[in-house]
């Protein structure tokens, strides 16, 4: 779902747990989206929840999309595949960031 009623009602929310998708993951550039019509909500989202958890298989690391989403200091945790670099998850550990895979 997408649009200003959507937003609108996901700012009045307050949730302990955010379940978050990405379209790509980078170190440097953070979460990013594919679409514009995701982000202000994917944002709502992160600022509404306690705790955020990304979910992202290894395909969507080191790469960047077309919109800024949120800086990945912003998540708590990451749920991932095994086939994930180690090398990745030392840098995403490094910003306090949990990894599951």
Partial sequence: MVGSNVENFIRDLSVD??????????????????????????QQIIESAKETFLVADHTKFGRTSLVNVAD????????????IKQKTVNKLEKLGIWVEH
Avoid: P
């Fill in 17 to 42: 747990k955010a379940f978050l998708g990405a379209d790509a993951v980078d170190i440097e550039h953070g979460i990013t989206n594919a679409t514009f019509s995701e982000v202000t909500i994917k």
């Fill in 72 to 83: 990945l200091r912003q998540v708590e945790y990451l749920i991932t595949d095994n086939k």
